[in-house]
């Protein structure tokens, strides 16, 4: 059984992560963007490029959980940010790309997700030491 000091730190992690990414979305539809999972697609599309990812290729990439990329991927598509071509060596699969409104659309997010994130996390940390050792110790969480 845990500590209670460990039941304590578990409840403040989820009760922080739900806090936090709550007010990012805020922040996001506040100033008229889609939700973070986008910005997340968005952004690994642009790290991918130019070969683009396959669908299958997303789920370890990507920050958020998304039980259902390729509902995401299809609104994404509707949207004209990303496009889907038939992979090169498997005619079976498909390879995405971002299209050039998709990065546009990814670049001004991230003024209003880097604010948030200072907002919400950087401005609750005593500077650059503190943040380093909360990515630290949440760091051993994911060995």
Same mark, same amino acid.
């Given at each position: ?65 998304? $039980? ?18 038939? $992979? ?8 995405? $790309? ?21 907002? $919400? ?23």
């Amino acid at each position: 059984m845990p500590s209670d000091p460990t039941t304590d730190a578990w409840i403040a992690l989820v009760r922080a992560q739900q806090k936090v990414l709550g007010a990012v979305e805020t922040d996001l539809k506040a100033s008229g963007f889609p939700p973070l999972s986008w910005y997340d697609i968005l952004l690994e599309l642009r790290r991918a490029r130019p070969d683009g990812l396959r669908p299958m290729d997303f789920e370890p990439r990507l920050l958020l959980a998304q $039980h259902n990329v390729s509902r995401l991927l299809d609104r994404l598509e509707k949207a004209g940010l990303i496009r889907r071509e038939a $992979h090169e060596r498997d005619g079976r699969g498909q390879q995405i $790309h971002i299209t050039d409104a998709g990065l546009d659309l990814q670049q001004r997010m991230w003024p209003v997700y880097g604010a948030a994130i200072e907002r $919400h996390v950087g401005s609750k940390l005593a500077g650059d030491g503190e943040a380093g050792d909360l990515a630290g110790l949440l760091g051993k969480l994911l060995v």
